[in-house]
């Protein structure tokens, strides 16, 4: 990605209520830690993800993502040991909405440019540059309900073909070549697996909403 591909957009309404909102969120994440500690958070943690997408469509996120500039076994330890978290698993440490992501680290653009779609790839990294970013230079992305990927990356196409139920499933317009460029990448096997994951997922949903 060049330079030029990174348009900000903060001087918008739109950008200054994200903007507003996620840095009350990322001030209310740090407090978590011992004082101590706190400046050195706030020079290495960014925020990425769906949440800007939720937000620019009036939404509150359901959660938070926060990367960081350095491998964990650069974070001191006493920053994780420090916090009681929700869940811990190799991708993420959660504290009610708000995770921790460790799975991939290094700057944003190289970590959003990782993500399978366009319009979670944005980022607010307030300390080095107090903007909202855009992967793709365009707010486009934030209030289409079209699901675009991102053909950039290299992928694990079974896992990108199972979210692409999971984006139809919440609303995205999904085309039908979307779809087929996504399945002609997954061998026959993995294809069957992500189908009958799907099918068990809406038969499950189906009892629940059912048993209410």
């Known amino acids: 990605m060049n330079e030029h591909a990174l348009i ?6 739109l950008g200054r ?21 706190q400046p050195w958070l706030k020079a290495h943690i960014y925020i990425a993800g769906g949440c800007f997408r939720s937000l620019a469509q009036g939404k509150r996120p359901k959660d938070i993502d926060f990367w960081s500039l350095v491998k964990l076994e650069s974070i001191p330890e006493a920053i994780i040991k420090g916090i009681q978290w929700t869940a811990i698993t190799e991708k993420a440490y959660t504290y009610k ?9 290094g700057q944003p653009e190289k970590v959003v440019g ?10 607010y990294d307030p300390y080095r540059v107090d903007e ?20 950039e990356r ?17 609303g995205f317009s999904v085309s039908q070549e979307l779809v087929n460029t996504v399945r002609a990448k997954v061998p026959i096997v993995d294809r069957i697996r992500v189908t009958i994951k799907t099918k068990r997922r809406k038969t ?9």
């Open 97 to 105: 909405k708000w995770q921790l992501c460790i799975a991939d680290t």
């Open 154 to 170: 290299a992928r694990d196409w079974p896992g990108v073909l199972a979210r692409v139920y999971k984006y139809k499933k919440r």
């Open 132 to 151: 909202i970013c855009s992967f793709y230079g365009t707010p486009e992305y934030l209030i289409s309900d079209t699901l675009y990927l991102n053909e």
């Open 8 to 13: 900000r957009f903060s001087h918008t309404a």
């Open 204 to 212: 499950s949903d189906y009892s629940s909403t059912g048993s209410r």
């Open 17 to 37: 209520e994200i903007k507003s909102y996620l840095n009350q969120e990322r001030h209310k994440f740090i407090s978590l830690f011992p004082p101590n500690y």
């Open 114 to 123: 990782q993500f399978d779609f366009r319009h979670n790839m944005y980022w």
